[in-house]
């Protein structure tokens, strides 16, 4: 079957403005995660979801970010008021269940800030 | 101290040789991950263990609890190896995953 899938795969913005991204998981997935990874480093923890449950959303940085799930299936980070630093690569990650279960990722989406 | 720490950070080897790479972690694990990142791809699940040994191809992992330690081995290494490779542990009771910075291997022919 389809694996994670996440579009753009790459976005150039401007300074200040807002971005989209989407992200599907694999059908049948409960848990969703998005990650952040910048230039060089390792993975940041963003935000997850499982399920019905309110999210975890410690990771995000500012109030800039936010993430909703729609369905419990497809997921948007959105991200406003854009800054340089948030150029990085965004990685969404699903697997079966909460805890212990192999995540399965996305080809991420390159986000550039000019 | 990073809670997930993985040795060594770089390592260049030529083909065929057996790769060694090593993570060592300090809290309570339900789970450890190793995972492959190849240069401007996506991330690919290799293994999730919890004890013991696993192997899938040319590849073998293995975790020692009471030692808090797990390695990834790459028997008859191969170019197309070439990738960083990650540990990452599931707490005892936290579905996030505590990442290792990654080990950057490069296999030459």
């Known amino acids: 079957g389809a694996g994670v899938s996440q579009s753009p795969s790459n976005k150039v913005t401007e300074k200040g403005k807002d971005v989209e991204l989407r992200c599907d998981p694999i059908?049948?997935?409960?848990?969703l995660y998005w990650y952040r990874q910048s230039l060089g480093q390792g993975l940041e923890f963003l935000i997850y979801f499982q399920g019905n449950s309110a999210p975890d959303k410690s990771g995000l940085p500012s109030d800039r970010f936010s993430a909703e799930r729609t369905g419990g299936s497809v997921s948007t980070l959105t991200i406003q008021r854009t800054q340089q630093e948030d150029s990085a690569v965004y990685l969404c990650?699903?697997?079966?269940?909460?805890?212990?279960?192999?995540?399965?990722f996305g080809p991420g989406t390159r986000l550039t800030v000019l | 101290k990073n809670e997930v720490e993985q040795s060594p950070q770089n390592l260049t080897a030529q083909e065929g040789e057996f790769i060694t790479i090593n993570c060592s972690y300090s809290?309570?694990?339900?789970?450890l991950h190793w995972l492959q990142q190849h240069p401007g791809g996506g991330i690919v699940s290799l293994f999730m263990l919890s004890s013991g040994k696993k192997k899938h191809g040319r590849l073998i992992a293995t975790i020692n609890i009471q030692e808090k330690h797990s390695s990834l081995h790459i028997t008859a290494s191969h170019p197309r190896d070439s990738a960083v490779y990650i540990c990452a542990v599931s707490g005892d009771s936290n579905y996030q995953l505590i990442w290792g910075a990654g080990t950057k291997l490069i296999i030459k022919p």
């Open positions: 990650a699903s697997s079966l269940g909460a805890a212990y279960n192999e995540q399965f």
């Open positions: 809290v309570g694990i339900s789970a």
């Open positions: 059908s049948g997935h409960t848990a």
